[in-house]
């Protein structure tokens, strides 16, 4: 088990930015691919951004292109998602998981309380 806290969600007009975190207290998020994801109302959850920790390499879903950044800060044992140009369709709980790097539909796993993230004018 690989617990993390997600923060920095809120409500943002269409067109706005958000910047979420990705923490964890018990082991060093920088020896782990972390994975950020989400899930809307009546949606499959699904992977949105993922940094590699072999080389920092980051793939990120096609929807969210040229609009979200994932970053890492390792002096603040963190993950960073930066959300910029949001839209509507973003609203979603966000979710950060260690040691999956996937996009796309996820299915089961254990997962964390998440961060909500509304985009509404």
């Known amino acids: 088990q690989l617990p993390v806290v997600e923060s920095g969600g809120g409500l943002v007009q269409p067109g706005g930015s958000l910047r979420l975190s990705c923490t964890a207290s018990?082991?060093?998020?920088?020896?782990?691919?972390i994975g950020w994801f989400r899930q809307a109302p009546g949606k499959e959850r699904e992977g949105v951004s993922c940094?590699?920790?072999?080389?920092?390499?980051?793939i990120n879903a096609d929807s969210v292109k040229g609009r979200f950044t994932i970053s890492r800060d390792n002096a603040k044992n963190t993950v960073y998602l930066e959300m910029n140009s949001l839209k509507p369709e973003d609203t979603a709980i966000y979710y950060c998981?260690?040691?999956?790097?996937?996009?796309?539909?996820?299915?089961?796993?254990?997962w964390g309380q998440g961060t909500q993230v509304t985009v509404s004018s």
């Open positions: 998981k260690p040691r999956l790097c996937a996009l796309g539909p996820i299915k089961g796993g254990d």
């Open positions: 018990a082991f060093t998020l920088s020896l782990y691919d």
């Open positions: 940094i590699r920790t072999t080389d920092d390499n980051t």
